[in-house]
C-alpha cells in the first residue's frame, strides 16, 4: 500500500500505465484498468501524479539522467524515464521501495 492512501502501488501501477497508453483519457484508463475505484479517484490520482512530476523527475534523476525530449504529452517523457529506471517492473512499487523515505512516527 502507498502511505495515507488506499489503493496498491500494484493498481495505481495498472491505471496510469492505461492512461498513459491512451493518451491521457482518464475515463478509458479508469475502465481499462478495473481498479474497483470510483472515477472520482482516478481524477484525484491523475491530479496528484502530474503536480508532483518535479518530485518524480528529481528523484529519477539521482538514479539516472532523463531521457531525450520526445514528442508528445509531457507525461511521457516522464514514463520513458520509470521505464529506464525500473524497466518493465511495477513503476509504483519499484519506486517506492527504492525512494520512500520513513514516514515520521507520532506519539
Not at 481498479?35 to 539516472?64: M, P
Not at 529506464?84 to 523515505?101: D, H, M, N, P, W
Request: with cysteine; net charge positive; glycine share 6%.
Amino acid at each position: 500500500m502507498l502511505p495515507r492512501h488506499s489503493v496498491s502501488s500494484a493498481t495505481l501501477a495498472a491505471f496510469l500505465g492505461a492512461w498513459h497508453r491512451l493518451g491521457g483519457n482518464v475515463l478509458a484508463a479508469w475502465q481499462s484498468a478495473r481498479t474497483g475505484f470510483s472515477t472520482d479517484s482516478a481524477y484525484r490520482w491523475v491530479k496528484h501524479f502530474v503536480r508532483n512530476q518535479g518530485e518524480i523527475r528529481s528523484r529519477l534523476c539521482r538514479a539516472r539522467a532523463p531521457p531525450r525530449a520526445l514528442a508528445g504529452p509531457v507525461h511521457a517523457e516522464l514514463f520513458e524515464h520509470l521505464r529506464l529506471v525500473f524497466g518493465e517492473e511495477s513503476f509504483t512499487k519499484a519506486f517506492q521501495i527504492r525512494f520512500q523515505e520513513p514516514w515520521p512516527m507520532k506519539a
